[in-house]
């Protein structure tokens, strides 16, 4: 009631991670993620009061997340099988290096309390404000690369791209698909470790991967996968 009469600012505390998800950071990402989403529908909720809701989005502010995270990271490795250790210790490696990088060119939280108390004094404040330079380039960078464009750039900085190990390599299905090829093995589903037999040939053009029908009926809408039907 009293907001109403007031006509008064929400402010929610997002993340630049709201907008972009980074490798062993799901958990922050996601809660960061849903946050942007409550504060845009309720937004749009509180609108016929004047009520505003904005999303204030930090990059890295020097506070004690990145020694937790750095923390947390380590227990992780040192708890993870031999066979984990393998497939993941180089990213994990790479994502503790990171977090040290992060703290290091952390912004005063005092910034952050400067963009809230400007958010809350504007008449009109704006729905979203990214707080440091960091979190402006990454925002930017996403909104003008692709998305496979954006994934790479990303893959080259957090090592996600030269993982040891050939499950663990993150080779690309064209990879398989070549394989699968260069034998003389029956070919369908494209596997990480074979070609799985099948009745039918490989398909001689990318059109043919469209759609698969099986006797049941069913569609199989996978350019991924040429699985084997009847």
Same mark, same amino acid.
């Given at each position: 009631?009293?907001?109403?009469?007031?006509?008064?600012?929400?402010v929610?505390?997002?993340?630049?991670?709201?907008?972009?998800?980074?490798?062993?950071?799901?958990?922050?990402?996601?809660?960061?993620?849903?946050?942007?989403?409550?504060?845009?529908?309720?937004?749009?909720?509180?609108?016929?009061?004047?009520?505003?809701?904005v *999303?204030? !989005?930090? =990059? @890295?502010?020097a506070?004690?997340?990145w020694?937790? &995270?750095?923390?947390?990271? +380590?227990g992780?490795?040192?708890?993870?099988?031999?066979?984990?250790?393998?497939?993941?210790?180089?990213?994990?490696?790479?994502?503790?290096e990171?977090?040290?990088?992060?703290?290091?060119?952390?912004?005063?939280?005092?910034?952050?309390?400067?963009?809230?108390?400007?958010?809350?004094?504007?008449?009109?404040?704006?729905?979203?404000?990214?707080?440091?330079?960091?979190?402006?380039?990454?925002?930017g960078?996403?909104?003008?690369?692709?998305?496979?464009?954006?994934?790479?750039?990303?893959?080259?900085?957090?090592?996600?791209?030269?993982? *040891?190990? !050939?499950? =663990? @390599?993150?080779?690309?299905?064209?990879?398989?698909? &070549?394989?699968?090829r260069s +034998?003389?093995?029956?070919?369908?589903?494209?596997?990480?470790?074979?070609?799985?037999a099948?009745?039918?040939p490989?398909?001689?053009?990318?059109?043919?991967?469209?759609?698969?029908?099986?006797?049941s009926?069913?569609?199989i809408?996978?350019?991924d996968?040429h699985?084997?039907?009847?």
């Amino acid at each position: 009631p009293l907001l109403r009469l007031a006509r008064g600012t929400i402010v929610n505390i997002a993340s630049i991670g709201g907008r972009i998800a980074s490798p062993f950071m799901s958990p922050y990402n996601g809660s960061k993620f849903a946050l942007e989403a409550l504060s845009h529908s309720l937004r749009h909720e509180l609108k016929p009061w004047g009520i505003e809701v904005v *999303a204030v !989005e930090p =990059g @890295s502010i020097a506070t004690p997340i990145w020694d937790k &995270a750095g923390e947390t990271a +380590t227990g992780t490795v040192a708890a993870m099988p031999a066979e984990g250790r393998r497939l993941y210790g180089a990213q994990l490696e790479r994502f503790r290096e990171m977090l040290r990088e992060t703290a290091k060119a952390g912004i005063p939280p005092e910034k952050v309390a400067k963009v809230i108390h400007k958010a809350i004094s504007s008449d009109r404040p704006k729905p979203r404000y990214l707080v440091g330079i960091d979190a402006k380039i990454a925002a930017g960078l996403h909104g003008l690369l692709s998305d496979r464009g954006f994934d790479r750039r990303l893959a080259r900085r957090t090592n996600s791209a030269s993982v *040891a190990g !050939e499950e =663990g @390599s993150m080779l690309s299905r064209r990879h398989w698909a &070549a394989r699968c090829r260069s +034998t003389n093995e029956p070919r369908s589903a494209l596997t990480a470790g074979s070609c799985v037999a099948a009745r039918r040939p490989w398909p001689s053009s990318p059109a043919a991967f469209s759609t698969r029908t099986t006797t049941s009926g069913s569609s199989i809408f996978s350019p991924d996968s040429h699985m084997a039907a009847a």
